[in-house]
């Protein structure tokens, strides 16, 4: 059939023409994750390089000249921008190239139905057209033996000599043929007209909807590709305006720069506080010449006690004109006093205030565990209170060794400032809780000088607190207290106690760490608060319970 082989070469064209629609779908989705790609890249590779040019450092090493703050702005501006380059790829993965890839699928699938359909159409044409044919043939062979049944009963009918029965034979045999002849009409006349119902179904119905409907995937896929390249472009659109107000960062960030400032900070940062050299002294070797009365030679003064020394008035300034000169080279000493007095006091004050921080750090996390120390000895279940106690005993070391420090570097810095007043003038309210003279701190003693850290605490006075036991009637108790430690009450004044040993608060902490208490048999004296559980009464400053 000429008509079959016509159409079969339609449906070869078209499911050659689909096949590169979809082809070039999924070429230009390729393009697009390598371009995603490109992005990724070109995002990592900047993060990259501001991370390189951005080292971690202390505060000691923080910009403060405008130039380096300007380029610091500027890194962090170029990894926004690498931020939004990151912004493109991800959309561009996922409304581009996926949005390609899932519908790429879902045409695959759709051209696939399609196709089938028409090849399942062709396919039942063919078959009514083979049963049509079928049916012809069996018409056609049905006509000719009948047409031999007539031949054989008209020649025994006109033959005399054949017999009856063979004449009726024949007959029978004439009319059986005739008949299946006719049903053999009837069934080729249903078969035809059933295959031309269906032919013109075929070439007017079916054929033309497969065709439509591949017509209108492929069109679908062109308007598909129209909108992915909007969105290709629409997302590189959005993040334009951020880009721009990076790039206006980055502008912004180059009009910060201050050459004043910048002079200024490095005349604060490196100011000596020396004082101008004196002028040299005039040194007279002719002294020794004997000189006649009449002389009118100038004599040169002499100065107040004699001859002055020339060594002494160089040494004093050697070691300071070393402005644009080489600068000698002094050992880093812990005192600072290698430094300028202005650097000096800087650094020693800067010192003294990361110190107290960390004092206040200890002091936040001993109040933090005896917190919790006294929850698990309320619920023991909850864990083991004596497990603690070298944590909080570790911290107590730690908090005297701080205020050691803190208090020797105070001392260097009145030093530098000129001021010797008292060390409470300056000490920050973070650091109270100091031994007053003639009572050992609770957690050690320091001195001003570092090397004597682990002597002794100062003996005190025999008579220091002879005013403060010689009243007739006993103070009144305030509260009670619970010893948490032994302590050996060495000290005049002080008082014996044992661990868990109960005793009465007759006179509270005065920031001084000590706390007077009193034994059940009237024996008074001071003990360290911080070995001391104590609880306050009601009538008194509330049931308050602190360690």
């Known amino acids: ?34 371009r995603l790609e490109i992005e990724q890249t070109y995002a990592k590779q900047l993060r990259s390089l501001v ?20 380029f610091n702005s500027i890194l962090n501006e170029l990894n926004d921008y690498a931020g939004q380059r990151e912004v493109v790829a991800e959309e561009m993965g996922h409304k581009v190239y996926g949005e390609l890839m899932r519908y790429s699928q879902d045409l695959k699938g759709e051209r696939k139905h399609h196709l089938q359909e028409g090849r399942k159409t062709q396919q039942y044409l063919d078959q009514c057209w083979k049963h049509m044919d079928n049916s012809k043939k069996k018409f056609e062979r049905e006509c000719k033996e009948a047409e031999k049944s007539q031949l054989i009963y008209e020649r025994l009918d006109n033959d005399i000599n054949a017999t009856k029965s063979e004449v009726e034979k024949a007959k ?72 721009s107000k990076c790039l206006e960062g980055m502008v912004t960030a180059a009009k910060n720069v201050d050459e004043r400032r910048d002079s200024g900070i490095v005349v604060e940062s490196f100011k000596s506080g020396f004082e101008p050299p004196v002028d040299f002294p005039f040194e007279d070797f002719s002294q020794n010449i004997q000189r006649t009365g009449s002389d009118g030679t100038i004599g040169t003064p002499k100065t107040e006690g004699g001859k002055p020394d020339p060594k002494h008035a160089v040494g004093r300034t050697k070691n300071k004109l070393w402005l644009f000169g080489k600068k000698p080279k002094a050992p880093t000493l812990e005192d600072l006093s290698h430094l300028p007095p202005e650097q000096r006091r800087k650094k020693l004050q800067q010192r003294i205030d990361e110190l107290n921080k960390e004092l206040q750090k200890e002091m936040d996390q001993r109040d933090a565990l005896n917190k919790m120390k006294d929850v698990y000895e309320k619920n023991p279940q909850m864990g083991d209170p004596g497990s603690l106690q070298p944590k909080i005993s570790e911290t107590i070391c730690n908090m005297e060794k701080l205020r050691s420090e803190i208090h020797k570097n105070e001392s260097w810095l009145a030093e530098v400032e000129g001021k010797h007043g008292s060390r409470s003038e300056r000490r920050p309210s973070a650091d109270v809780n100091h031994a007053p003279h003639g009572r050992e701190s609770p957690e050690g003693s320091y001195t001003d000088d570092h090397s004597q850290e682990h002597r002794s605490p100062p003996q005190p006075d025999p008579h220091e607190f002879d005013d403060e036991f010689d009243d007739d009637d006993p103070l009144p108790a305030i509260g009670h207290c619970k010893a948490l430690y032994s302590f050996d009450g060495s000290n005049e004044g002080t008082l014996v106690m044992n661990e868990n040993e109960v005793l009465y608060v007759i006179e509270e902490d005065k920031g001084d760490g000590w706390t007077r208490v009193r034994k059940q048999g009237g024996v008074e004296g001071y003990v360290p608060t911080s070995y001391v559980e104590i609880t306050l009464e009601k009538n008194s400053k509330g049931a308050v319970t602190y360690i």
């Open 172 to 243: 029978s045999q004439l009319y059986l043929r005739q008949h299946m002849a006719e049903e053999s009409k009837n069934e080729y006349a249903a078969q035809l007209q059933n295959f031309n119902s269906e032919q013109w179904k075929h070439f007017n119905v079916a054929i033309p909807q497969i065709f439509k409907n591949l017509q209108d995937m492929d069109e679908r896929r062109t308007v598909k590709l129209g909108e992915m390249y909007r969105s290709f472009a629409e997302v590189e659109r959005r993040v334009i305006p951020i880009i």
């Open 51 to 70: 991370k390189k040019y951005c080292p971690k450092r202390s505060k000691d090493d923080e910009p403060r000249f405008t130039s380096c703050l300007s």
């Open 1 to 34: 059939m000429s008509w079959g082989t016509d159409l079969w070469d339609q449906f070869d064209n078209l499911d050659k023409h689909t096949q590169w629609g979809i082809d070039f779908l999924e070429r230009y989705a390729k393009f697009v994750k390598e």
